[in-house]
């Protein structure tokens, strides 16, 4: 079965970086746009940035551009996130999936918490 598991989170200061990873398992990962969402409590999840299976990133949430970066590795079936210049709005909890503009998507991981603060 599909597996998504996100992992590196934590706390980080106001301007710090951070990079989350995840591991996918059980579906053709090299032949999907991957996305990466967060939420926070009380939202529903929102779609951050996606990449095409060659590497090509598609349109990103404008709260992010030019501060969080995607990429992926379709040999590990790996897709992760380079969050710099991190704010306190930036908390959340962090998902990843297929892209949803593009296909259904698979059962959630449990996610992984980023806590922007001081």
């Known amino acids: 079965q599909v597996q998504l598991v996100e992992s590196g989170g934590g706390l980080v200061q106001p301007g710090g970086s951070l990079k989350i990873s995840c591991a996918t398992s059980?579906?053709?990962?090299?032949?999907?746009?991957m996305s990466w969402y967060r939420q926070t409590p009380g939202n529903e999840r929102e779609l951050i940035t996606s990449?095409?299976?060659?590497?090509?990133?598609?349109p990103t949430l404008d709260s992010v551009k030019g501060r969080f970066t995607i990429s992926r590795d379709n040999a590990k079936n790996m897709v992760y996130l380079q969050m710099n210049n991190l704010k306190p709005r930036d908390t959340a909890i962090y998902y990843c999936?297929?892209?949803?503009?593009?296909?259904?998507?698979?059962?959630w991981g449990q996610g992984t918490q980023v806590t922007v603060s001081s």
């Open positions: 059980g579906f053709p990962f090299s032949r999907y746009d």
């Open positions: 990449i095409s299976p060659s590497g090509s990133i598609l």
């Open positions: 999936n297929v892209d949803e503009t593009s296909y259904g998507v698979f059962d």
